[in-house]
């Protein structure tokens, strides 16, 4: 049986996810030769590990409880209390000291993989530090790969070493399958995408009629937003993936090359105005402009797109309109969708659709990228 021993950062939605599926799969993955051994699940200040990190990973029953005890809100030091098998649980920088000393540990021995499900920037000095022992990184964080092009060359020096699927589509092969483009020498000239479930949504359901307000307002209770709608109609998430298959294409950019198109202006932007005050009264500004700009759309035969457009040094984030027949025209709901145009792919672009959000799948997506590294592993 070959172990894969996994260190786990973030224990929000897709974490707590990616842990279910690990003690949910373990019949399968025995079939396939391997099984996970989950040596540290930490939150944004506390590590639990195992007594002996060499002998012994987290129980499957921990496992669970930290499931439990991360989605009613608590910290994990809460474990004390609940836990069960042998473990510790450091706090601060001390979860910190340990999660570098288990790389130490294990990085050039046994091998490890750092999973990153955080929504942070803070984790970047962690993964170099397990690039620099050996390890193996997996990322559903899309923060550090759009840090510095210093840390994002030193994340990729070992391509067999990374593994960054759920960072652009979810669990869709978007990655994947630039990588084999690339790597057949087949030069990629333009990638078009809605990479915004949210977006995608909203701009389908303008297509309706609704105006933006309107449609804004029930994705967020449908919990189709974040819990401020203005992260999602900035347009960031979005620049974010493209700056991810940007760099992925060779292209030595950074944010602020990128050209992005937010849906409300400066003076909506948090800080300036409250969450309420915006989906109560700002919002409703935006709808007229939307409003002519869906039907200017409609009588070119064309619909609305929130997409990211990367063709030659450009990048560029924003409202398209593309043609109803289309693969993006016919696009409905929140799937994700990505068109690549290559010398292969001129005349008929390979297309990449499906579920492109939802903690189930991006877990699913994290958890493929850890196997597909067990040739790593002794």
Sequence with gaps: MKKISVILMGCGGVGRQLLQHIVSFRSLHAKMGVHLRVVGVSDSKSLAVPVDVLKEGLDDDLLSEVCSIKSAGS?????????????????????????????????????????????????????????????????ANKKPLTSTLEHYDKLVLDPRRIRHESTVGAGLPVIASMNRIISSGDPVHSIVGSLSGTLGYVMSELEDGRPLSQVVRAAKTLGYTEPDPRDDLSGMDVARKALILARLLGKRIVMDSIKIESLYPEEMRPGVMTVDDFLQNGIAKLDQNIEERVKRASSNGCVLRYVCMIEGSSVQVGIREVTKDSPLGRLRGSDNIVEIRSRCYKEQPLVIQGAGAGNDTTAAGVLADIIDMQDLFP
């Design 75 to 139: 910290a994990l030091t809460t474990l004390g209390a609940l836990g069960k098998g042998e473990y510790r649980v450091f706090n601060g920088s001390e979860s910190i000291r340990e999660t570098e000393e288990i790389a130490q540990l294990l990085g050039k021995s046994t091998g490890l993989v750092v999973v990153d499900c955080s929504a942070s920037s803070e984790t970047v000095e962690i993964l170099m530090k397990a690039v620099d022992l050996g390890c193996c990184v997996v990322l």
